[in-house]
């Protein structure tokens, strides 16, 4: 998660991709989405949001930009925001589950 991170920090026309990567490394770690989320507390909303970012807005950094019909647009700087804070936030949430004691609602 944390190369993922820095790719994305150092390659700005995939940043988006890399980003990802960091969703899909907690999706695969804890089974999948919903268990990752529930573990982690992050909120559906955030999840969604960061998975609509990544991968169905018609972005240059996205992706599926190939996939998109019609023209591609550069994310904004809003829009990078958004993800690389939801992507922090997601490492954040696991490097704390990670320091949690055995028994202490570690799953």
Same mark, same amino acid.
């Given at each position: ?19 990802? %990567? ?34 169905? %807005? ?20 809003? %829009? ?28």
């Amino acid at each position: 998660m944390l190369q993922s991170n820095d790719k994305a920090a150092n390659d700005p026309e995939n940043e988006l991709v890399y980003l990802y %990567e960091i969703r899909d490394a907690l999706s695969t770690n804890f089974g999948d989405d919903r268990k990752a989320r529930t573990v982690l507390s992050i909120t559906k909303s955030q999840w969604s949001r960061f998975g609509n970012l990544c991968n169905n %807005e018609p972005l240059r950094q996205g992706r599926h930009r190939g996939e998109a019909l019609g023209m591609l647009r550069d994310a904004t700087a809003a %829009e990078l925001k958004e993800a690389r804070d939801i992507a922090g936030a997601m490492i954040k949430a696991y490097l704390d589950y990670l320091e949690k004691p055995p028994g202490q609602t570690r799953r």
